[in-house]
């Protein structure tokens, strides 16, 4: 009598050759000469990793679709009136619940007559009281505000690090063109220079704000005004296309539109940046300039696996650590774009703890009580 594993053997060897010759039989694709790779559709679950809450959060996204998705420029320029009163109203309930948890007051100024919203911790040391942080919103630079996005960010982060915040309502477009953010986050910082060390300052944003973080901070370069001691570019990077895999892959993940072969892709910030801009002009992408780069003061990155500028992010990080500069690269896994604004999220809580200590360390205090490693 045969032995049943000598039988087994056999089978599993004669299915592999069936198969290896079935896949002989169909004909094969060329090689693509200039390295494109075809993916095929595949199922993509829920990450393991995200905690019960965040999981929740991820399965009513993908169940509900984004109308702006695969929205083009023009609709979008169209429908640009309501979408921007849609997110403020949205905005107020977040804001809300957002100032019953944390203590703080918000004031409305001009600073170098660019209007602003100022967030102070109702408790803090006497020395958190000479830091400042800048905050810039997000919105693709046609939509949000500091009342919105940018209190989502500053009124967390201002009760969690003790320290003012500043949101600032930079110009947007399609109304002004680039470099007109730039200018008004330089005329705020040049009035934050009055009343501050620049060691004493940071900056962050987040999405777009990530983004003319980068900028400012290259406008400053450009303006020879001495450098904040830190900045945040959180959802974003210091290419303001994000080109790189993440771009493509991220895109079919959520069923958005998926640029071509050449990364080409309209986006919304082309109603900011309009036609004839060089995104390779260190001005708009800091990325490409050695000279920028290594200028660049001590730089906190916040991305996730799900986020389309996630390739750009980690580029931005492996050129600012190559020319010797200090760059911080936080990834969580399974999250989308600008999840930390989802306060409620622990992985958002987590976030915004690495955000206190980033910028504590940096600007010379030590690391607040709330944001401390759990």
């Known amino acids: ?47 393991e990793y995200l905690s019960p809450v965040a999981r929740a959060h ?68 006497p020395e958190q009281a000479k830091r400042l942080l800048i905050e810039l919103h997000g919105g693709g630079f046609v939509m949000g505000s500091a009342q919105s996005f940018g209190l989502m960010e500053a009124i967390p982060v201002a009760a969690m690090t003790g320290m003012t915040v500043v949101a600032v309502d930079y110009r ?26 620049p060691e004493h300052i940071g900056m962050f944003g987040c999405s777009a704000g990530g983004v003319l973080t980068g900028e400012s901070l290259a406008w400053f370069a450009k303006e020879r005004l001495p450098m904040p001691a830190a900045a945040g570019m959180f959802c974003a990077a210091g290419d303001a296309r994000y080109r790189g895999d993440s771009r493509y892959v991220v895109a079919a993940v959520n069923d958005a539109l998926l640029p071509n072969a050449a990364g080409e892709l309209p986006i919304m910030e082309d109603l900011y940046y309009g036609d004839g801009v060089d995104f390779h002009d260190p001005l708009v992408s800091p990325v490409f300039s050695d000279a920028v780069l290594r200028q660049f003061p001590p ?20 050129r600012l650590i190559d020319l010797g500069r200090e760059s911080d690269l936080h990834v969580w896994d399974g999250l989308g774009h600008a999840f930390h ?19 504590s360390r940096h600007l010379g205090l030590p690391v607040p009580a709330a944001a401390a490693p759990r």
């Not at 680039?178 to 008004?184: G, H, L, V």
């Not at 999220?345 to 910028?359: D, H, K, M």
Request: hydrophobic share 45%; proline share 7%; net charge neutral.
């Open 1 to 47: 009598m045969t032995p049943w594993w000598k039988t087994h053997s056999w089978m599993v060897l004669i299915g592999a050759v069936c198969a290896l010759s079935a896949q002989a039989a169909e004909p094969e694709a060329p090689p693509a000469p200039d390295g494109v790779r075809q993916v095929a559709p595949f199922a993509l679950p829920v990450s």
């Open 58 to 125: 991820v399965q009513a996204d993908v169940a509900r679709a984004d109308p702006l998705a695969k929205a083009d420029n023009a609709t979008l320029l169209q429908q640009l009136p309501g979408i921007r009163a849609d997110t403020e109203r949205w905005a107020e309930g977040v804001i809300a619940q957002l100032r019953t948890r944390y203590a703080v007051e918000v004031t409305r100024e001009r600073w170098n007559d660019v209007s602003v919203l100022r967030v102070e911790p109702r408790t803090r040391t």
């Open 172 to 197: 947007m477009g399609p109304e002004h063109r680039f470099p007109a953010a730039s200018e008004d986050v330089a005329a705020v910082y040049r009035a934050a220079l009055k009343r501050y060390s």
């Open 299 to 318: 730089t906190l990155l916040i991305t996730a696996t799900r986020a389309a500028e996630l390739s750009a992010a980690a580029y931005t990080h492996s």
């Open 341 to 359: 604004l989802t306060e409620t999220l622990p992985e958002s809580q987590q976030a915004l703890r690495v955000t206190a200590r980033f910028f």
